[in-house]
């Protein structure tokens, strides 16, 4: 399982970003994907997930309305949009899959067995 986040960047509060978690070498049909994110200083947080095989999406409660977690077709790219972000947005932001039969929600402390990215920069500047 390898997952490479991409689309971080340098961005000005108020603005928006799309995120980008590609899987190489296998499909998330059999997989729940999770976008989370880890700001210095503080604990890794799930912002995001969704399952391969029905589409169900799940979201931080402090998050709903800014993020929209997505797939494409071939299930091969998981995407993060973000809009209205703010200082307080900036973090690394890492995708993670687990197999769907292990997968118990994206809350800490996490359960089961979790591949991770390398994570993309994401910096708001006020």
């Known amino acids: 399982v390898q997952l490479v986040e991409s689309g971080g960047g340098l961005v000005q509060a108020g603005g928006s970003l799309r995120l980008s978690c590609t899987a190489y070498?296998?499909?998330?049909?059999?997989?729940?994907i999770g976008w989370f994110r880890q700001a210095p200083g503080k604990d890794r947080e799930g912002v995001a997930c969704?399952?391969?095989?029905?589409?169900?999406?799940c979201y931080s409660d402090s998050e709903q309305g800014r993020f929209t977690i997505s797939t494409d077709n071939a299930k091969v790219t998981v995407y993060l949009q973000v809009i209205n972000l703010k200082p307080e947005d900036t973090a690394v932001y890492y995708c993670?899959?687990?197999?769907?039969?292990?997968?118990?929600?994206?809350?800490?402390?996490?359960?089961?067995?979790?591949?991770w990215g390398r994570g993309t920069q994401v910096t708001v500047s006020s």
């Open positions: 993670a899959a687990i197999p769907l039969r292990q997968f118990r929600g994206f809350s800490s402390p996490l359960r089961g067995s979790w591949s």
């Open positions: 070498g296998f499909t998330f049909d059999d997989y729940a």
């Open positions: 969704i399952r391969g095989r029905d589409a169900g999406i």
